[in-house]
Each structure stands twice: as C-alpha cells, then as structure tokens.
C-alpha cells in the first residue's frame, strides 16, 4: 500500500484541444487514489470545455498561492511551467510538467508517459533538481507580476521606440554601456530559451552563473558575458520615450526612464522532478536537435 500524495494542478486554459490529456493526467492521480486541489482559473476552464465532470471527481479548488501539496503539476507548456513556478514561488513544492504544448523543454513528460511518470514519483524512481532564480530586487512592479523569475529577466523598449540605453553595473563597477534593444539577464535554466535565440550560450542547470545577453545591440563589439550568480547586476535605462518594459519570465511591468533596476539571485530556488532515465544533453539532442547533420 502506497502513501497517499497531495498534488495541485496549475493548467493552460487556451488548450481545449488538449482535453485528452488533461484526462488522462487526472485519471492516472485517481488511480492512484491521490489527493487533487486544483488552480480556480483552470478548474473553471475544464468545466467549460467539459473536459471533466467536476461533479464525479474530488477536488478542492484554489485560488492565488493558497495551497499545500507534495507535488505540483503543471499541465500545458513551458510557458505553462514558468507560470507554475512563480505560483509555487517559496514553497519549495517539486514541480512536474506534463507536455501538452510544442517543444516542452521544462514540461517534459509526454502524453504517452503520463502514468509511468506519475507511478515513479510513488516508487522513488525520479530525482529532484534545484534549479537557481533570479529577482527584481530594489523595485517594486505591479501588484499583479511577480519579482522571480527561473528563465530570465529582458529589460527591453517599448513598442515601436527606438533603442535603448542601457547602463550595466556589476557587483557595483561599471560593465558597458549598451545601445540595444534589450538585454537579457538569464539563468543556466533560461539559457536555452530567449537568451540562446538572442545569440546567449547554453549553460548547465548547476554551473552556478548568470549570462547578460544584448538583443540586437547597435554595436558588433557587444557579445554576451558570463558572470556568477553571486553578482549583483544593476542596470539604469534611458529611453527616448521615457520609459521601458522589465519582462520577468514574460510577465511584463513599465518602469520609467532612469528607475535603477537591481537583479540578483533570490534565497530560494525550484525544484523540478526529472525522471531517472533523463539528463540534460539527451534533452538537448532530441527536443533542439543539437548536433544533428542534415546534409
């Protein structure tokens, strides 16, 4: 008899089409006789599109960062997993992300090894890695966008202005001076999304360090750089529109022109669960075909 686990579900509520495995993810946790409370906005949304009869299931719903469980499931992408991962914020819940989007380099679990995936976790046959987040630290965005971020915070232009200057600082000594229009500040994590499209390199989960990437930077003497996560990276913009976007994972807030932004590593870090059979570079190969020839 196996111990009875808790698990919250956090879903993509644009993905009806998906409704197939969004089944099969909950009859899998019924068979296993688990405990499910379920993200409000989401269980809203699988009862519209009738994915799921709430009625005949036993789940508590949610709202916010007002929940508790051994695991966290998060249902959809890796656009769906980044969000995951801010709701559980400090918990330090271990997170599984179930793929039902495109490439699903976080939310890696497959439609066809949802059950075998999810019966590992009852006989230990999964690992947990800790994965390092960045902060917004000496300023405050709006209510609703949360300061950390596991893949990256861009500090980019807004609109149609033109490019921005950007004023870096580390550890509090001048950097450079860059003329872009944007720059990326990534972890290992976020290394193989935004940041690695932008020219960035890849970098293990566990190398400990943080990569400031330009987007389209006015100069060919800017590349990216590499620095430990120990560093305390300040930035102050100029903008002919006099103000900019900080996007932290995505979730984006307007600062006005000459606000100081601090990021640095936060205090706490994600937990994600990784079957046993995976390491990061067969991941590489298959899901961004690193290394294939195809002359």
Not at 201 to 218: E, K, R
């Amino acid at each position: 008899m196996h111990r009875k686990l808790k698990f919250a579900l956090f879903g993509n509520e644009f993905q009806a089409k998906k409704s197939a495995s969004i089944q099969k993810v909950l009859d899998t946790l019924d068979a296993l006789e688990a405990e499910v409370v379920m993200e409000k906005v989401f269980y809203e949304f699988l009862l519209q599109t009738g994915s799921f009869n709430g009625q005949s299931r036993d789940v508590a719903v949610f709202e916010g960062d007002d929940f508790e469980a051994d695991f966290a499931i998060s249902i959809g992408g890796d656009g769906t997993f980044l969000k995951t991962a801010s709701r559980v914020g400090t918990k330090g819940i271990p997170i599984v992300g179930v793929n039902i989007g495109r490439l699903g380099f976080l939310a890696d679990v497959r439609d066809d090894e949802i059950e075998t995936a999810f019966h590992a976790l009852y006989t230990g046959n999964f690992r947990v890695e800790e994965h390092a987040v960045i902060q917004l630290s000496n300023v405050e965005p709006a209510a609703d966008v949360v300061p950390y971020a596991l893949n990256d915070i861009a500090v980019l232009k807004r609109d149609n202005a033109s490019m921005i200057t950007i004023r870096a600082h580390v550890d509090g000594a001048p950097l450079v001076t860059y003329q872009a229009d944007g720059l990326i500040i990534s972890t290992p994590t976020g290394s193989t999304a935004y940041n690695l499209s932008n020219g960035g390199p890849i970098m293990l989960s566990q190398t400990g360090v943080l990569c400031l990437t330009p987007v389209a930077p006015h100069s060919l003497n800017i590349r990216p750089i590499v620095v430990p996560d120990s560093c305390v990276i300040e930035l102050e913009v100029e903008s002919r529109s006099h103000n900019f976007l900080v996007a932290i994972d995505g979730r984006s807030a307007t600062f006005d022109e000459g606000t100081r932004i601090s990021i640095g590593k936060a205090s706490h870090k994600v937990k994600i669960v990784k079957r046993e059979s995976e390491n990061f570079f067969s991941t590489l190969r298959e899901k961004m075909m690193w290394g294939k020839d195809v002359r």
